[in-house]
């Protein structure tokens, strides 16, 4: 199974996205903002991110650079409420490899996990 | 058309001025006591014209008024407060119906004429009114028609060009004065509406626009009404998403009213909710509020397991603020997505308290920068439970205005972004 890490500063999303994920995936961390992402990320090298964009102390999008610029093999689905364009081409330059918008249901977010990252 | 922020000030003052000279002159004739609480212009679709009405009995007293400016005005009490202006006209004795409507009427005329007199005054021009029309009735039937005359509607890609009726649903928007005023000690209230003819009302806003750069054009408000109103379909949406409520997008108004009279639009309920600071143009604030009652409602239904809990758990408020950030990025990705730039926000902070101490830092933070501001007001239902929520938007009135100047108004239908087409 893919290891897992999911940044959201949402407990609630957190606990949605580990239900939705945990029968097939390994949850390896769960965080709370951009840096606890980047710090877990060196430390663990999950197969996959589920990064949130609108974080406290680091957002998403620079979280997802850094992990990048770390790692341009790293795979980083963006899973956030924004639905901007701007937002969306900033997520591209900083690496992103999926844009899923809340709220999702599970098979949406199955089929960009599988996009990314294939079983 | 263009209009300015010190002209929509001023005419706000005027509005206001006038229903303080109306109670004035109630309190005179009745020994009652009332003050005006808070006074707006609103940009509305004509059919949510009075909306806060709703449900209630009221009644009325009623004139048109030709001139300088034209259309309907209406004065509006409920009931009991009708009943009681009544019996102070006539005290100790019995008021019989015919004296009680009497009365009614009568002071309804003094009132409003000395309303209207104050707009003539300051166009230097007259404006008659007619024999006032004593009305009864539910909800918003208590209000004319909004007049016709054109809108406040713009040539855009939905084709909603100055149209009388609503094309393609797009909304059919008309300006409305409203003032509130409070029987002082009591919990009633009652209303004057002023609802002008957009024509006359275009050319007295377009005599007083300011040449200078703080003048909006008209029809562009009119088009960022309707992209507030696609954001509150989409808050809406994401709402019946997540709990699998049927909830609808229902009233949504661009107001105009000075910074210490925003607090009072949000009333004196206790809500739950949460508070955003976006940035980028337009900064501001946004605040999404829940009744107490609708936060457990709809907490319950985002959650897994049922808690059959009354009061409000550390669960309840993490859904509550969940739901609140993804409600915000609905409503605000549309302006952002038609205004091709991004907006920021900060996490959401989950607030419970009082409507007006929840806005109240907020209309103070605005309030450094400004005298007036632009509140936008959005609400929406659901028949399946006891629902309602609310989101009101404090932007930064000079950032509106840039946002505006740079809307492309042929943009306005492009509030979706296609996230396959980015990522391909």
């Known amino acids: 199974m893919p290891d897992v890490l999911i940044a959201d500063d949402s407990e609630f999303m957190r606990n949605l996205l580990r239900e939705i994920l945990e029968e097939d995936h390994n949850i390896i961390g769960e965080v709370e903002n951009g840096v606890e992402a980047v710090e877990t990320y060196k430390e663990r090298d999950p197969d996959l991110v589920m990064m949130d964009i609108v974080m406290p102390i680091r957002d998403g999008i620079e979280a997802t650079d850094e992990i990048k610029t770390e790692n341009p093999g790293a795979n980083v689905i963006m899973c956030t409420s924004v639905g901007q364009e701007e937002k969306m081409k900033e997520a591209v330059k900083a690496g992103a490899d999926g844009y899923i918008t809340k709220p999702f249901q599970k098979p949406s977010v199955m089929e960009a996990i599988d996009d990314v990252v294939p079983s | ?424």
Not at chain 2, 44 to 54: H, I, M, Y
Not at chain 2, 180 to 201: D, N, Q, R, T
Not at chain 2, 341 to 365: C, E, K, N, W, Y
Request: proline share 4%.
């Open chain 2, 1 to 424: 058309m263009n209009v300015d922020i010190q002209s929509l000030g001023t005419f706000n003052r005027l509005a206001h001025e006038g229903a303080e000279q109306a109670t004035a002159a109630m309190c005179q004739m009745t020994g009652l006591d009332a003050v005006v609480d808070v006074t707006k212009i609103s940009l509305v679709d004509r059919a949510d014209v009075g909306e806060q009405l709703a449900g209630g009995e009221y009644v009325g007293v009623r004139f048109d008024f030709a001139g300088e400016l034209a259309g309907e005005t209406v004065l509006v009490f409920d009931r009991e407060g009708s009943e009681t202006i009544a019996s102070a006209l006539v005290p100790g004795g019995a008021v019989d119906e015919a004296m009680a409507r009497s009365g009614v009427e009568e002071v309804g005329n003094i009132m409003m004429s000395g309303f209207i007199d104050g707009w003539a005054d300051f166009l230097e021009a007259t404006i008659d009114h007619s024999p006032p029309q004593y009305v009864e009735g539910t909800g918003t039937e208590i209000l004319p028609v909004a007049p016709s005359g054109g809108s406040a509607t713009v040539d855009s890609p939905d084709g909603f060009e100055g149209q009388d009726s609503p094309v393609d649903g797009s909304l059919d928007q008309v300006f409305v004065f409203q003032s509130e005023i409070e029987w002082v000690g009591e919990s009633v209230s009652f209303y004057i509406y002023m609802l002008p003819e957009y024509g006359p009302l275009a050319d007295v806003m377009s005599r007083h626009a300011d040449a200078e750069d703080d003048a909006i054009p008209v029809d562009k408000l009119g088009v960022f009404n309707e992209m507030t109103y696609d954001g509150t379909q989409r808050a809406a949406a994401n709402v019946e998403m997540m709990t699998g409520i049927e909830t609808e997008a229902e009233v949504t108004q661009l107001s105009f009213a000075p910074i210490e009279d925003v607090p009072k639009q949000v009333g004196t309920d206790t809500y739950v909710g949460t508070v955003v600071e976006f940035t980028g143009v337009p900064s501001g604030y946004l605040v999404v509020l829940f009744d107490e009652a609708s936060a457990v409602h709809i907490a319950e239904a985002m959650m897994p397991i049922e808690l059959d809990s009354d009061e409000l758990t550390d669960q309840h408020r993490q859904a509550i603020e969940e739901l609140g950030n993804i409600m915000t990025s609905g409503f605000v990705d549309g302006w952002a997505n038609v205004l091709q730039t991004s907006v920021d926000h900060t996490p959401p902070r989950l607030v419970h308290d009082m409507g007006r101490s929840i806005v109240d830092p907020l209309a103070a933070q605005v309030g450094q920068h400004q005298e007036h501001a632009f509140l936008i007001d959005s609400e929406m239902r659901t028949d399946d439970i006891a629902f309602g929520a609310e989101i009101h938007v404090l932007p930064n009135e000079r950032e509106l205005r840039q946002a505006l100047d740079e809307l492309l108004v042929e943009r306005a239908d492009q509030t979706e972004a296609d996230v396959e087409q980015i990522f391909e």
